[in-house]
């Protein structure tokens, strides 16, 4: 599984590239805009390719999923800690509609707390060093004991996705690692090779 993360700020030719990655065989979008408005998000998804809608995954204006027919929504790891018991409430408000809700975390330890939780899969960064995030250091988590699916974040390009899988992930998801290439449609086009390869 490989999921691409969107740029925080817009970037040139944004839109055309992301058509251009589904076109590639991009399995998942997850649209993490958090200075867009509920309008700007409508805009931007509007501006997407319709096909390609049931690929796309919010992490903000929630609501949106349902009206442009989405893929589901994912919650940021500080959301969750917020909701505290409500958590499983507002997931099972998507998941009832057969909508697949994610969320993130920075401790492997903690994923098991959810586990009776209908999460189609968790989000756990840093693996290696980031690329979008010079300070973040990779802690190369080991996630084979853990009994539900884990996508690996943080340093992830084509040359070490045989690695991720090692450690147990289900897939990974990248930013830098495309956003940050001089040839973003190319790094993406490798990366679908080694995933379509390895997993």
Same mark, same amino acid.
């Not at 990655?21 to 408005?37: D, N, T, V, Y």
């Not at 939780?117 to 968790?122: A, E, F, G, K, R």
């Given at each position: 599984?490989?999921?691409? !993360? ?21 399995? !998942? ?45 994912? !919650?940021?790891?500080?959301?969750? !800690? ?118």
């Amino acid at each position: 599984m490989l999921i691409l !993360i969107t740029p925080e700020k817009d970037i040139a030719n944004e839109i055309e590239l992301l058509n251009s990655f589904f076109e590639a065989g991009l399995q !998942i979008l997850h649209l993490r805009k958090p200075h867009k408005s509920y309008a700007q998000h409508m805009a931007y998804l509007s501006a997407i390719d319709e096909q390609y809608h049931s690929r796309i995954v919010l992490h903000y204006q929630h609501d949106l999923a349902e009206d442009f027919m989405l893929k589901g929504v994912h !919650i940021q790891e500080q959301p969750r !800690i917020d909701m505290g018991e409500d958590f499983g409430f507002y997931v099972a408000r998507f998941t009832t509609q057969g909508y697949d809700v994610s969320t993130s975390f920075h401790n492997p330890s903690e994923i098991m707390l959810y586990a009776q939780i209908p999460l189609i899969y968790n989000l756990l960064s840093p693996v290696f060093n980031a690329i979008s995030q010079p300070d973040m250091k990779g802690k190369t988590f080991d996630v084979r004991p853990i009994k539900v699916p884990v996508i690996g974040m943080g340093g992830i390009h084509a040359n070490n996705i045989e690695q991720v899988k090692s450690l147990g992930y289900v897939g990974v998801g990248v930013l830098g690692g495309v956003w940050n290439a001089c040839d973003p449609l190319n790094a993406m086009k490798e990366l679908i090779q080694a995933i379509n390869t390895t997993y």
